[in-house]
């Protein structure tokens, strides 16, 4: 930027308009428009909207490929055809299977099932000894007891279990186990007698009808519009330029 200077600051061309140079607001308040579909006034009936498609190509008179592909004459709706023929193919292999040979056999054994022949008793290994029989012994078994309520053949008579003397009132007893007079608590007569009637105590309430009015302060005496018509007012206004001079009435 270029110039002198004008005291401490320069002066430079300026960025935009201001305000002040428009007696009305102009630009700055937007109000929705009434037309299209985005960014409808709320406020008015918006009737509907269709799109535009754009215009379809021109309709081919014919949809075969064309002589781009090349179909050979073999191939059929059913698949490719092939005239009957003989396929030439490698000698198969032989497998090659181990058979046992004439040494393998043994024919003294088919003798018997030939030629008539004496019975014969075939060489078996010795058995081994038969192990001895796991019997209980004699001290295994316990005899049923005879004596006692729980018998099992004999009829038992009633009897009674033998207990330890008891040490209640003995020189023997241990007076300092008992419990003291302190180990009781006091019961209240309410649980073994007829209980009286309980009142529980409460907050103190206050006096009806005091400290519930509004005082002189609380009345605004200037705002009358709710009691008397009030003409019609208005707040939006016009801001006022700076640059236009003030109303200065002729004098004499």
């Not at 937007?30 to 009936?45: A, I, V």
């Not at 279990?161 to 007569?189: H, I, R």
Request: proline fraction near 13%; charge should be positive.
């Amino acid at each position: 930027m270029a110039g002198p200077w004008v005291g401490t600051w320069r002066p430079h061309p300026r960025r935009g308009p201001i305000l002040a140079e428009f007696s009305t607001p102009g630009p700055k308040y937007w109000l929705p428009g009434t037309t299209g579909h985005p960014n409808h006034d709320p406020t008015r009936y918006r009737a509907p909207a269709y799109t535009f498609r754009g215009t379809k190509g021109p309709s081919a008179s014919s949809f075969s490929p064309g002589p781009r592909y090349f179909i050979h004459s073999s191939i059929t709706k059913t698949g490719k055809h092939v005239a009957p023929s003989a396929h030439v193919t490698a000698r198969p292999k032989s497998k090659i299977q181990v058979t046992p040979g004439p040494s393998d056999y043994t024919t003294d054994n088919a003798d018997k099932h030939v030629y008539h022949t004496a019975p014969a008793s075939s060489m078996k290994f010795r058995l081994k000894d038969i192990k001895g029989f796991r019997t209980p012994g004699p001290g295994t078994y316990t005899l049923p007891r005879i004596l006692g309520p729980r018998t099992a053949y004999t009829r038992a008579e009633p009897c009674w279990s033998m207990k330890w003397k008891s040490q209640y009132q003995s020189c023997f007893q241990d007076l300092a186990k008992t419990p003291g007079p302190a180990a009781f608590g006091n019961v209240e007569l309410d649980v073994y007698k007829r209980s009286a009637p309980k009142y529980s105590m409460g907050l103190r309430t206050k006096l009806a009808g005091t400290g519930t009015a509004p005082g002189p302060a609380d009345y605004v005496p200037g705002k009358l519009s709710l009691t008397k018509p009030q003409d019609p007012a208005f707040t939006f206004g016009l801001r006022h330029s700076l640059y236009k001079a003030s109303l200065i009435p002729e004098t004499h």
